[in-house]
């Protein structure tokens, strides 16, 4: 969603790093670029313009440092700054004090997606050991009880229902009946309207007076783009708003709202929501979110997403099998499986430092994910298990069975075969646990190029012809949705 704006300024930095002095001119150029970087991504027009002149005030009065090349310096003041502009420090959730159940509501027009929101952050607490009750509130839409009743059975967690009588009522009601159902964190999912009207602030003042909630959070939509940052303007006029989740940022939505939030606000941006899943929804990290914008990856979010997914068991079963090279087509199989969990790979890609920017205009061919999958679902255990028994008319077989060619097959198993080597290799340094283990990181980088050298199992293309039907896939995706 950033990478427009990631590219671009990355281009801005390459024209100032290595220069051994930065001049007024060098700067105004530079950030006329940014602004207009931002400006392309939808920033609100008078946030880029104030961000901009910080950061040429602050870049003109940086002190020059020996040995600190003064682009590099530039670019920590851009970064410092975007940190700040997205809030700055992470805003966490005010959990009541004491025996108090907390109470959230969520607020927000029709359609941004508080229901299903409510289902994510419900399922998120309940993995950090709180006991949830999700609170259905929304009278208006008769689906809307059974929309959050369903999610409530998909995710194992109480849903609070009461037939007949007001949203007021119903959340009054359901902060008494916590106790009831064991609950210490109560979700209160809200009607949404069209636009902003006098009844509908005038419900929501009045649940908020019934329940006195720890946080109002703003349910906005990144696809209304600037228009998110208004109706946010509006609902603070009328609810002490606590915080915001940005919904549908895995859609082609430039971000732009989300970066101007804050400093149009004052409202701080808690969570973000990428996609439907009900695992898609994460802490909203004003300094991974910079890193990640300016092209410096996110490691830290990376490795979260790698440990919400990945067994902590199975990774140690892995690790002493690939100790001692006994690493199967199967066990490769579950760890693509592990990584499709993760989320896209371009997504995951772009959170690693210095690839971000590379990725730009390649095409990283997902479907490729599949083809291997497939190949390998058509062996045989035997073949899984013991890859060298596979001659010219197993493969024959197999490609058949994959729908692919024998070069395909054949590939795919010259490419396990060299990952082998390397994991060998590894595995007789010690790389994976055990004794006398030596730690990835204390191998010097020429080490390490030495234990690679195989093939990407990946192939990355040029964007062309594939990257048009994907934004065209993505537009269709698009009108779905708006029906
Ligand atoms: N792609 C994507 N879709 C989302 C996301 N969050 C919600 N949606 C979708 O947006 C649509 C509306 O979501 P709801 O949660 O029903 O929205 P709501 O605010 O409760 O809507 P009302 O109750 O009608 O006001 C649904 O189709 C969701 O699946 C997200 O982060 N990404
Ligand atoms: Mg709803």
């Not at 991504?41 to 880029?48: C, E, M, P, T």
Request: hydrophobic share 40%.
């Amino acid at each position: 969603m950033f990478e427009s704006i990631t590219d671009s300024l990355n281009k801005v930095f390459r024209t100032v790093l290595g220069k051994a002095k930065l001049s007024e001119d060098n700067v105004a150029d530079a950030m006329k670029e940014v602004r207009i970087a931002l400006l392309e991504a939808d920033v609100n027009n008078r946030v880029a313009a104030a961000f901009v002149d910080r950061v040429k005030t602050l870049a003109l009065g940086m002190e020059v440092i020996p040995g600190i090349d003064p682009g590099q310096q530039f670019v920590k003041v851009v970064y410092d700054q975007l940190v700040a502009l997205l809030g700055g420090a992470t805003a966490g959730i005010e959990w009541a004090a004491g025996k108090q159940p907390t109470v959230i509501m969520l607020c927000g027009l029709q359609g941004s997606g508080k229901t299903t929101t409510a289902g994510k952050l419900a399922r998120r607490w309940k993995a950090e050991g709180k006991r949830p009750l999700l609170v259905a509130a929304d009278v208006q839409r008769p689906a809307a009880i059974e929309q959050l009743k369903v999610l409530g059975a998909q995710l194992d967690i109480p849903v609070f229902t009461q037939a007949g009588g007001n949203p007021v009522s119903i959340c009054r009601n359901s902060v008494s009946a916590a106790q009831l159902h064991g609950a210490d964190c109560i979700i209160l999912d809200t009607a949404g309207r069209l636009h902003v009207d006098d009844e509908l602030m005038g419900e929501l003042d009045a649940i908020r007076q019934a329940t006195s909630p720890q946080e109002i959070l703003f349910v906005c939509d990144a696809m209304i783009g600037q228009s998110a940052v208004d109706t946010a303007e509006e609902f603070k006029r009328r609810l002490p708003l606590t915080g915001a989740v940005m919904t549908k940022m895995d859609s082609d939505a430039r971000g732009g709202a989300a970066l101007s939030l804050r400093e149009s606000t004052g409202v701080a941006l808690k969570f973000i929501a990428t996609g439907e899943k009900l695992d898609a929804l994460e802490e909203f990290h004003p300094d991974r979110m910079a890193g990640r914008i300016l092209g410096m990856g996110d490691v830290v979010s990376l490795v979260e997403r790698a440990q919400s997914v990945i067994d902590e068991k199975e990774a140690a079963a892995l690790q002493e099998k690939l100790a001692a090279n006994q690493f199967t087509l199967d066990d490769f199989l579950a760890q693509l499986a592990s990584i499709r969990k993760m989320g896209s790979l371009k997504d995951l890609l772009g959170m690693i430092p210095g690839l971000g920017s590379q990725l730009k205009g390649m095409d990283i061919d997902e479907g490729q994910f599949k083809n291997i999958e497939a190949i390998i679902q058509s062996m045989t255990k035997a073949e899984r298990a013991n890859p060298e028994i596979i001659d010219g008319r197993r493969r024959r077989r197999i490609a058949r069975g994959a729908g692919k060619t024998d070069k395909d097959v054949g590939e795919l198993l010259k490419q396990f075969g060299e990952m082998r080597k390397i994991t060998g290799r590894m595995g007789r340094l010690g790389l994976f646990g055990g004794k006398g283990q030596q730690k990835l990181e204390s191998l010097s980088p020429g080490a390490l190029s030495s234990l690679a050298g195989g093939r990407s199992l990946f192939g990355s293309k040029k964007a062309g012809s594939k990257a048009q039907q994907k934004k065209k896939d993505r537009k269709k995706d698009k009108k779905k949705r708006r029906k």
